[in-house]
């Protein structure tokens, strides 16, 4: 686990394997972030979600801008599967 903790640091260009950590699954990695950032976010903040966003994602982010009250922004995606920020909308909480 040590070489591939290296590996990856490397990959991703971090300044030190501790910055490489390891989840359960996406799901837990999300939440470890969302919650992580919490006591930064706060009611002038934005958290952009895209329609392709898997649920998990957009029950965390929803969940995270409840507490702080942050505002959801979803972001559509076009046919070609890119995101149409032009026709961004809001989900205030």
């Known amino acids: 686990m040590n070489r ?4 990856l640091k490397e990959w991703v260009n971090a300044e030190d394997k501790r910055a490489v950590i390891w989840t359960s699954g996406t799901t837990h990695a999300i939440n470890l972030v969302a919650n ?12 952009l979600i895209s329609q392709a966003d898997h649920h998990a994602n ?16 979803v972001l559509p995606i076009l046919d070609n599967w890119l995101i149409d920020e032009k026709y961004a909308y809001f989900c205030p909480f």
Do not use: S, Y
């Open 58 to 73: 957009f029950v965390t982010w929803h969940e995270t801008a409840k507490k702080c009250g942050a505002k959801i922004r």
């Open 36 to 47: 992580g950032l919490m006591p930064q976010l706060n009611a002038e903040d934005e958290i």
């Open 4 to 7: 591939l903790a290296h590996k």
